[in-house]
């Protein structure tokens, strides 16, 4: 998927500011929310984003049903002010609705937590409550470090190292990086064995390692993800 | 039959001959022969009320009982003593204290109160339908009450109090859409019921009093065989759920609330495996006790267990990748209930592939078309399907659309009900379904955006419904929506002979389109409609039906006040609550409610006193109460007897029972031409 290698680099510029609080900003379609916290200043290639990339950022950045339908049709005429009583839904069921659209696991706080990249000179932080499933986390960690790829997905999503161009060539094998997380326990485990809600609940702090660090990783978590099973 | 506690039928007072008198409700004096008072009251015919009373025992439908003791005085007297339960279909058509004196023997009351508009914000919400008055007549009357099925009534605490209290073989409580009371009123049921079979909340707003009610049920083994708590927002004690459940042997039916984790249910399920009917609760794992547990328990294993199990409801919050615990399941449901679950279609079409023997389907529209297609595919035992809207506004995107309509009409040909959100349709796909379907007898389309055309030809949705009442010959409910003009109520006047209930919003042109259906529809009963262009003429034509009907709601139309005077006025026994606006200076006239309704016991004393008005006629008040109910039931009697030949001779000796078909037949007749009987 060498079309993916455009990319906005003018977003991954660096900068020495903190990397600010909210990376994942829910700015309707656009990419606002990553350029002001990824301000890296390298001042590379400044190709225009590719439509793929735009489409990306709208599922990380448009998680709820209003963004993506105004995302999708600005011509949509303003909503009709609503009518007491009409559609005829109960109230007892709107109110249950309701509570259905929060959040699983409960509780309406953020989970946010530390991202390290092996090599990259800063960490993000990311909130994990923001994203539904492993592949959208996956897409919002490639557009913020852009060079980091989920193992299951084998390298369709490899992206242009922004470091250095000594990291152009691991990116072809695509399990050069291995996203790890720590759990409450304090075990290091790798991303994707358990159900997404899970890990959400479960999730301390994200590393993205080093290939070479990760197959001693490998043994100790298998043995963990067979003794919950 | 005979409880111990009634007095035996030689001993029993008998009602007075009188006909002035207020309390006996019985047919007119001249028509009967049998006299009434014991003095009098021959051999024979104490033998015939012992052998009637054998006989009208074993009668269960209400129509039948209804018919039945309109044929006599006697033939009253009897079914009256002999009629269990009572289905009172609008708790303001009479007075606790009539039903009292006329049913000695009640051991189980269903009650109806506030119209269902009620549900949508329409109605101040004190309007009333309290069971107060009720239970309290009924503490003293029938001490050996067993069952109350209440439906949109005002119930508080301490009614449930007494009904604890007072009836001390009482074993079915069954709330549906009820308010005003809380987890504390229900601790009490819990713990003072001790025969209590059936505790069914359903869609019930239940106040959370943070009383521990699971712990109130008595510690030895229980006879609860249903036991429904699925709207209770409050969590519960778990522990003493499971303690409960285990000494409950003859437990079938289990509702949990959303505060029952996929771990609390799964441990349930191993200890109750002879469940026919469960609601999952949440459907979520909690957070605390998962990571405590090593090991994810086996929820497929629970279910395989639950051979039984044919009625699955729950997934409050739903975590989808646990789905295919259900798996094992699947094959035996009969019903089953998404309708608190935003599933996508990939994740539902697995489950539904399996559930051959469906028959109940209730669902939000997140299932898409394509699922509903899956549907049609393979639960060709359907008969009911209710497809609610996840995102109930007016302008939201709709998932589903005629083609699932179209999908389902050619799959579910047996199917009797149907319930459909959506935000476009077609005439075709309505029409298909009116050919597909023959043995539709409910109809409820709802598309969401007000006046909206068939989405491909543009006309309105006239066509559609007319088809469906002229096609579906047994259908007696209908919910219309969409762009509809007069011709559409055409339709429905010229077609729809057995509807009993109909709901309009937002349709029609003029007064004609609900002149066609006053006109049209004998047996119309319930009738509620919004937002139409319907005013005075229109209200004036249906007079002549008013009385033969439960209720009739129209609001945001275009009535007037005067208009509602002069119905009220003209129908001394129909109460006609109008409600206004309270900023109504500029006009005064304007009706924004008109709920009316027949009435044996006149206005009711205990209405809000603003913004509701409401009018009586005036004629009313200068007449004794006696005078009146008398003159209702005398203008009933006549109307129905009008055209049957008198019955001479009384029905002494045992030449009764062979006059009963001639009598029988006569009241079919006599239904047939769309009278109806008192009762309701």
């Known amino acids: ?229 | 039959m005979s409880e111990d506690e009634s007095p035996p039928l030689d001993l029993r007072p008998e009602p007075p001959c009188s006909s002035s008198s207020a309390v006996d409700s019985t047919p007119n004096k001249s028509r009967n022969c049998i006299s009434s008072s014991t003095a009098s009251q021959t051999f024979p015919d104490h033998v015939l009320e012992n052998v009637l009373e054998n006989v009208l025992q074993f009668l269960d439908s209400r129509c039948d009982r209804n018919a039945a003791s309109l044929v006599c005085k006697l033939w009253w007297k009897v079914e009256a003593l002999t009629r269990s339960e009572v289905f009172i279909g609008n708790c303001y058509a009479l007075s606790p204290a009539r039903l009292t004196q006329r049913f000695k023997r009640v051991k189980s009351l269903v009650l109806k109160g506030k119209p269902r508009f009620a549900d949508f914000n329409l109605m101040p919400p004190d309007w009333g339908a309290n069971f107060a008055p009720w239970v309290s007549t009924m503490a003293k009357a029938y001490p050996w009450l067993e069952k109350v099925d209440l439906k949109r009534i005002f119930v508080t605490d301490d009614d449930l109090a007494l009904v604890a209290e007072s009836f001390p073989g009482f074993k079915e409580l069954i709330l549906v859409c009820c308010e005003g009371f809380g987890t504390s009123g229900i601790a009490i049921v819990a713990n003072k019921c001790r025969k209590l079979k059936v505790l069914d909340l359903i869609e019930s707003e239940v106040t959370d009093d943070e009383v521990d009610w699971i712990s109130c049920f008595p510690e030895d083994v229980t006879c609860l065989e249903s036991l429904a708590f699925d709207c209770v927002e409050a969590p519960i004690n778990f522990k003493a759920l499971e303690g409960l459940v285990g000494r409950s042997p003859f437990l079938k039916k289990l509702r949990l609330n959303r505060f029952v984790s996929l771990e609390e249910l799964h441990r349930l399920l191993l200890g109750a495996p002879q469940l026919t009917s469960l609601g999952t609760g949440s459907f979520s794992h909690d957070n605390e006790a998962h990571h405590q547990s090593e090991q994810e328990p086996d929820y497929a294993a629970a279910f395989l267990a639950c051979k039984s199990v044919v009625c699955l409801s729950g997934f409050r919050e739903l975590m989808p990748e646990y789905l295919p615990a259900i798996f094992p399941v699947c094959a035996n449901l009969t019903s089953l209930n998404f309708s608190y679950a935003n599933i996508s279609p990939d994740m539902f079409k697995p489950i539904i592939h399996k559930c051959h023997k469906l028959q109940v389907f209730w669902a939000l529209d997140s299932i898409c078309d394509e699922g509903l297609q899956a549907v049609a595919a393979t639960c060709k035992e359907l008969r009911e399907l209710r497809i609610f809207p996840f995102d109930p506004r007016e302008d939201s995107e709709g998932p589903v659309s005629e083609l699932g309509l179209q999908a389902i009409s050619e799959g579910c040909r047996k199917l009797e009900s149907i319930l459909y959100f959506c935000q476009r349709m077609t005439n075709a796909a309505v029409i298909a379904m009116s050919e597909n379907c023959p043995e539709l007898t409910v109809f409820r389309l709802c598309i969401m955006g007000r006046h909206r055309p068939d989405h491909v030809t543009g006309k309105p949705m006239d066509e559609g419904f007319g088809a469906i009442v002229k096609n579906c010959k047994k259908l007696t409910r209908l919910a219309v929506s969409g762009l509809l003009t007069d011709q559409a109520f055409r339709y429905m006047g010229e077609y729809g002979k057995l509807i009993r209930t109909l709901s309009v919003a937002f349709a029609g042109d003029s007064d004609m389109a609900l002149r066609h259906v006053l006109e049209g529809c004998p047996r119309l009963q319930k009738l509620e409609i919004r937002d139409s262009p319907f005013g005075d003429v229109a209200l004036r034509s249906g007079m002549h039906r008013y009385y033969n009907m439960r209720f009739v709601w129209m609001s945001a139309c275009s009535l007037s006040k005067g208009c509602c005077k002069d119905v009220a006025r003209a129908m001394p026994n129909l109460v006609v609550e109008v409600i206004g606006s309270d900023d109504d200076d500029d006009n005064r006239d304007y009706v924004e409610t008109l709920y009316m309704y027949r009435s044996l016991d006149g206005p009711r004393k205990d209405a809000p006193k603003f913004p509701l008005l409401r009018e009586k006629a005036p004629c009313i008040s200068d007449r004794s109460c006696s005078e009146v109910e008398q003159a209702w039931v005398c203008l009933q009697y006549q109307r129905r007897y009008s055209s049957l030949e008198p019955l001479r001779g009384g029905t002494g000796g045992v030449k009764a029972i062979s006059n009963y078909g001639l009598v029988l037949e006569g009241m079919r007749r006599a239904k047939a031409r769309g009278f109806s009987d008192v009762s309701h």
């Open chain 1, 1 to 229: 998927m060498m079309g993916s290698i455009e990319l906005n680099l003018r977003e991954t510029e660096l900068c020495l500011g903190l990397p600010g609080g909210d990376t994942v900003a829910p700015v309707t379609g656009n990419k606002r929310g990553f350029l002001e916290t990824v301000d890296l200043k390298l001042n590379l290639n400044n190709e225009p984003e590719s439509k793929e990339r735009s489409t990306n950022h709208d599922v990380v950045t448009s998680v709820s049903k209003e963004k993506s339908s105004c995302a999708k049709d600005p011509a949509k005429p303003p909503a009709k002010a609503q009518v007491v009583g009409w559609p005829p839904v109960r109230s007892y069921r709107k109110n249950v609705m309701v509570s259905c659209q929060k959040p699983s696991g409960g509780t309406d706080a953020a989970a946010f937590v530390k991202v390290s990249m092996d090599g990259a000179p800063y960490l993000r932080k990311v909130d994990l409550k923001m994203y539904k499933s492993y592949d959208e986390l996956s897409n919002a960690l490639s557009n913020m470090f852009s060079s980091f790829t989920m193992g299951k997905h084998g390298g369709e999503e490899g992206m242009i190292d922004f470091m250095n161009e000594r990291k152009l060539m691991d990116l072809v094998n695509s399990w050069d990086y291995v996203p790890s997380y720590e759990d409450k326990d304090g075990d290091w485990m790798l991303v994707g064995d358990v159900p997404w809600p899970m890990f959400v609940d479960t999730c301390k702090r994200l590393r993205l390692m080093k290939g070479s660090d990760a197959i001693g990783l490998a043994p100790r978590a298998m043995e963990k993800c067979k003794s919950r099973a």
